[in-house]
């Protein structure tokens, strides 16, 4: 900061809370600064701990308007990039955007071009992915920049002046269209732009030279000025590695003028605003001058060094010989400050190989350079006072003391990554927002601590675990049996984090929690819990890198008290095994959760559909099961098509008209695929195609698929029939057991107490005679349904399809032979099935007490009616049977006439349930 200021007292090393004014006592401007300095650090710092390194405010103001700002964004009017209105903050520095700005209009960095916002300069950008980011610092103000500072009253007398926070975005390349990268990526350039200055300085007062008598002070020792004076030495120019240029002043660069005009005939001539205030604090013959204006001052960019020859009025006369000197060269607020080197000097090289190069300022003040990492504009302050004929300046403890070499006093630059964007050549778009936006505290709905020793350890990238198996063997290794780990955003990869626990250890707790969409879990092998206490999986995506062919399924949670699974994505192809298996359990709770669970042949049909559209890039797409690399190949897909021309994309919808109209190949898809297919063709018309949209049809399409042709997704309750436990474990099957489904999107089977039966096996045993001889042995109490399980509450779900192992039909049809009476254990107490969506049909429920309501029966995801004849009508759908001992059935809907429950149960009662057909 170039102002007239006595020195500069403020050292975070101290401590300090406040500045005390008291009675009487002189003030002085140093005291009040440092005042204002401690309640920056204060601030800044409280900010830096709760926020972090960047961080913006989630969610809107009364008007709507985001509270976050500076999201880089592809302007629709004008395909340039602009920056949003709101705040962010910068390592505990607010930073404010008053209103939507373009990327070359904005106020603090003066930009004509793309290139004069790239940083490290360059003449033009060619094609690639780029980082924008936000460069922040402050910068000094005084009347010269803002004459509202001054006070007119006052006659002319400037007064206080001010500190500014500057924000700059600018662009950095970060690799080639190709290259993978995110938005924490570690780039090679983004260390060297954003790396702080290294260099230091050290300072003395000349040091006596031999022995003298105590009681006399050589003429030559220490500070020999007449005046106390703050000597500031500022990096002009970074030459090489090994080489800068500096200036240094005595006022602290405080010396300075507005620059009116030039001569038009003698260029040499200079009118300034004021030559100074007297002799001292004005300019003079032989002085040093920089020419300089805000642009180069926003730019980071040296002024001009000239010398003055005379001084006429308000006319600085500048030597000639040197550089020309033109006014329009500095268009932005021109100034000239004065700087005090030796008149035949002007800047001062320095050369940083030399292990002792002191300097002489002037009056015995000596600064000396460490090499390191220098930008320009780096300055160090140096009070020298007349009192103690020397400097302020730390020295070691050595005997005799020496003056330690410090970093620079500023410019303090802070950065951080907003959006990483693509450039084409020709336009821009944006590939990610790489800002971090967080909730106020009072719409927290709940606070987790990471790190430390608080409740939860990080595990990723900057966590305190890389892995996931390494945290969880190393807690476990260590005798931890309360755990609780937060995957940090990003990509996670796990081998082997299985945990089985013996009957003696299974007083062990574990919650598993992610960033949402944000924490990617990939199992390259499946995932079991055994013996765990409780189990807790919450807000991440899991996606096993493996066909599940195991019995287990990907995740498998066997004899474990307590397993709650909440806002997860599990998605993965499930040719014979289940993406999630629960046995054996007290308590179960799965809650706002996707499961996804595709079968091999799930996306044939569309992918059949796509060929004979000859359609190759969609056609190629749906021949990839794997829902991780769908979604890649789908957004380039979406890109694609989205880029088409209007010509392109109506011969691609005639294609796939034509295709729809094969009578053999419709007949293989459910009602929601058609529709999927109808939306396309819709989309294939519209003039313009937004690829973002694109993409989420594309995902519609093969969330249609797999529904019609689902996979199996979960499997509940101990597996039929129950096996004979050891005594610890007859509790498990008591009646108070709670296995709860609750507001998920389940796009596969749910299968009760195992695997589920195929459909030969259906066929075969689901009979209308089977069934209406079953019906009559329930009546008769000869089978009677034993529940031990305890409840399954199934609510508020959108599902495709609920059926039952195939050892339950087994065993009922093993019952249904026999001449005694037989009790099947085993199975649900009571199911309560409400405000479901079923999408698919052929639903199978067999437990003891059965109460269905306001269930929504839309077969959307049905392809054809069930290979089980259960009504009268050949063209009925079958919505499903039911099994029970006693149900109730109150206010289901089908939303069409011709579909049909089939209830086999000893007792029931039904009520209000309208368009659906339960016999």
Sequence with gaps: MKGDFTRSTFDK??????????????????????????????????????????????????????????????????????????????????????????????????????????????????????????DVWERHITALEDPAIREVALGGPDTATRTKVVWQVKLMAAGEDEAEIDCASDLALWQTVTAASTG?????????????????????????????????????????????????????????????????????????????????????????????????????????????????GNVLIIKPGGSPVDIGDFPVNPKVRRWDMPSEVGEISVDLTLADNWIELENGVQVKFDAGIFHTGDYWLIPARTATRGIEWPKDDATPSQPLTLLPHGIHHHYCRLALLSFDGEGWSRLSDCRHLFPSLTEMVRFFHVGGDGCCVTVGKGGAFKRLDEAISTLLEQGERDICLCLLAGEHVTTNPSITLGLEDRDLHIAIHGCGMASRLTLNKPWLFKGVRSVTLRDMVIEPAFNVNNVGGAISFQHCSQVTVTGCTIRGCTPKGPLMSIADANQVRLRDNLLEASRSDSLETSQKLFNLAEVGILADLFSLPAPGEFREKATAAAKELAGASPAQRKQIRGQIQKALGNQALRRTMSGSEFRSMGKLLSTLAAKKVDPVNMLDLLLDIRRAAIKARPGLAVVLGETFPPQELPQVELG????????????????????????????????????????????????????????????????????????????????????????????????????????????????????????????????????????????????????????????????????????????????????????????
């Design 732 to 919: 498990i099957l008591d009646g108070d057991d709670l296995v709860s489904l609750e507001s998920n999107e389940i796009a596969g089977v749910v299968s009760l107490y195992g695997l589920p039966a195929s459909q030969n096996f259906l066929r075969k045993a689901l009979t209308p005679e089977f069934l209406k001889t079953l019906q009559g042995q329930l009546a008769e109490r000869r089978i009677v349904l034993n529940g031990l399980l305890g409840t399954l509450n199934i609510r508020g779900n959108q599902l495709v399809q609920i059926t039952v192992a195939e050892q339950v039909l087994q065993a009922l049809q093993d019952a249904s032979s026999s001449d005694a009476a037989v009790q099947l254990p085993g199975l649900f107490g009571r199911c309560l099935l409400s405000d479901n969506v079923f999408e698919g049909g052929g639903n199978l429920i067999v437990d003891q007490h059965l109460t269905m309501n306001a269930n929504d029966f839309k077969m959307a995801a049905a392809v054809q009616p069930s290979p089980v004849n259960v009504a009268a009508a050949p063209s009925a759908l079958n919505a499903g049977i039911v099994i029970a001992d006693t149900s109730i059935y109150t206010g289901n809907h089908a939303g069409r006439g011709n579909v049909v429950m089939r209830d086999i149960s000893r007792a029931s009662a039904k009520a209000a349930n309208l368009e659906i057909n339960i016999a």
């Design 13 to 134: 090393r101290s401590h300090y809370s406040s500045v005390r004014w008291q009675q009487g006592r002189v003030h002085v401007d140093a005291d009040w600064n440092e005042a204002m300095d401690i309640l920056a650090h204060r601030g800044r710092t409280t900010r830096r701990d709760v926020i972090g390194l960047c961080g913006g405010p989630a969610g809107a103001d009364v008007d709507g308007n985001p509270l976050a700002g500076f999201l880089i964004d592809v302007d629709a009017a004008d395909g340039e990039l602009h920056i949003s209105p709101g705040r962010y903050y910068v390592d505990g520095v607010l930073v404010e955007n008053d209103a939507d700005v373009a990327l070359l209009q904005q106020p603090d960095l003066p930009a004509n071009t793309l290139a004069d916002v790239l940083v490290p300069p360059g003449d033009e950008l060619s094609s690639g992915t780029y980082l924008a980011f936000l």
């Design 200 to 312: 230091r300085l050290a300072a003395q007062a000349e040091p006596l030279e031999g022995e003298t008598a105590p009681c006399i002070v050589p003429a030559q020792a220490g500070y020999r000025g007449l005046e106390n004076q703050l000597y500031r030495v500022e990096v002009h120019r970074v030459i090489s590695e090994d080489e800068i240029t500096i200036k240094w002043s005595r006022e602290n660069g405080s010396v300075a003028s507005a620059w009116l005009g030039q001569d038009t005939v003698n260029p040499n001539r200079l009118t300034v605003q004021s030559t100074g205030r007297d002799k001292v604090l004005g300019f003079a013959a032989d002085d040093w001058v920089e020419l300089t204006d805000d642009i180069r001052e926003l730019r980071g960019q040296p002024g001009l060094l000239v010398q003055i020859q005379a001084i006429e």
